[in-house]
């Protein structure tokens, strides 16, 4: 069974940065759109950012726009998430997800994620 493999989390202080990776073994990487999204306490889970297969188009939830970026090396088998200028906000639980395009349709697999706590 696939299971995508997020890293990188931990606390931060407000301002400061991180940069979690995610690992997807066991799939033809390059069929997949990446996903990461973010899940607080008491809150729905809601996207973060997304990048297309082919990284044609990448797409941000309005409160991470120009402070979180979306990357894919599809050699590495791995997605990143550049977040800058974090915020007590942006703490919660941040999940990797990988949708099936092309030959893949129908396949999507998640993450167990990772916690980022962003606090002084």
């Known amino acids: 069974q696939v299971r995508l493999v997020e890293s990188g989390g931990g606390l931060v202080q407000p301002w400061g940065f991180l940069r979690p990776p995610c690992v997807a073994p066991g799939i033809t990487f390059s069929s997949y759109s990446m996903s990461w999204y973010c899940q607080a306490p008491g809150k729905e889970r809601e996207l973060v950012a997304e990048v297309t297969s082919a990284w044609v188009s990448t797409n941000y939830g309005d409160f991470v726009k120009g402070r979180f970026t979306i990357s894919r090396d599809n050699g590495k088998n791995t997605v990143y998430l550049q977040m800058n200028s974090l915020k007590p906000e942006d703490t919660a639980v941040y999940l990797c997800?990988?949708?099936?395009?092309?030959?893949?349709?129908?396949?999507?697999?998640w993450g167990q994620g990772t916690q980022v706590t962003v606090s002084s």
């Open positions: 997800y990988a949708r099936g395009r092309g030959i893949a349709i129908g396949t999507n697999y």
